[in-house]
């Protein structure tokens, strides 16, 4: 894949992300998709193939009423992968555990790496 059509489908990705539109999402990744959010060093989410993504992603779109990534950086890796910087908007759906509720603003910066094979994203790994 050209640098281009790798960005091309991160920015696909993010569109649909943004918008809930979780069949999008689907549609840019491999089956054999692999992704894990990492928060303070640790795996605390992770999914292997496309319907254990769309479960994962359908439960994480309830959360919110709102939500938004900005892309503020992207790094090529010699390996092929991307690197993005993101900040992250969001406006609860629903109470967390912890305190937080329904209509306050979750908002943080994170990272995201994508790897990919036959023209789909493959890999992705969120670190907050």
């Known amino acids: 894949m050209t ?18 539109d979780v069949d999008g999402m689907i549609e840019t ?13 640790e795996t605390d989410t992770s999914a292997t193939g496309r319907e254990e993504f769309r479960s994962m992603a359908e439960k994480a779109a ?3 009423a ?3 990534q ?5 790094q090529e890796g010699e390996d092929g992968e991307v690197s993005i910087q993101v900040t992250y908007e ?8 912890g ?8 908002q ?13 994203i493959v890999r992705i790994v969120d670190h907050s």
């Open 3 to 20: 640098t281009d059509e790798k960005h091309n489908l991160i920015r696909r990705y993010l569109d649909a992300y943004n918008t809930f």
């Open 29 to 41: 990744l491999h089956p054999e998709v692999e992704f894990a959010n990492v928060s303070g060093g």
């Open 62 to 64: 309830e959360m919110f």
């Open 66 to 68: 709102e939500r938004q």
């Open 70 to 74: 900005t892309v503020t950086d992207v």
């Open 90 to 97: 969001g406006e609860l759906a629903r109470d967390l555990p």
């Open 99 to 106: 305190g937080i509720e329904a209509g306050e603003t979750v």
């Open 108 to 120: 943080l910066d994170g990272r995201s790496t994508f790897a990919f094979r036959d023209g789909k």
